[in-house]
């Protein structure tokens, strides 16, 4: 895995190991399609994985573009500090209007922290 994507990830998710095996104990990292995989999900299917990892790639380009290591990160983050992640969340309630939903399969809610989470960064 590469350093900045680690750092992401490492930022994201603290206190946990991860594992390039499917369905560990914890979220798994396939570092060929760079997508973090949801503890218990199953490994995206092959067309999916292909966008997924286009979509990170598109996020490095713009990322790049605005001077910036990860457009997930934000503008702050420095080049060779953080890199962006496809994250994949298996079958759920993740639908838009969800987003505390995968807030709490990625257990992430302390991020809301009784905060609305921002449903659309495009129109805040």
């Known amino acids: ?70 457009i997930l990160v934000g503008l702050g983050s420095e080049s060779d500090d953080n890199g962006d992640v496809g994250l994949w969340l298996g079958d759920g309630p993740y639908a838009h209007g969800q987003e505390n939903e995968v807030l709490k399969a990625l257990d992430l809610m302390e991020w809301a922290q009784g905060e609305e989470v921002c449903r659309d960064p495009f129109t805040r």
């Open 1 to 70: 895995m590469s350093s900045p994507i680690f750092s992401t990830i490492s930022s994201l998710f603290s206190n946990t190991r991860f594992s390039s095996s499917p369905n560990p104990s914890g979220p798994s990292f396939d570092s060929s399609n760079l997508t973090l995989i949801r503890d218990g999900a199953p490994a995206p299917p092959g067309k999916v994985k292909g966008q997924i990892k286009a979509l990170v790639e598109a996020a490095e380009e713009a990322a790049t573009s605005l001077a910036c290591g990860s």
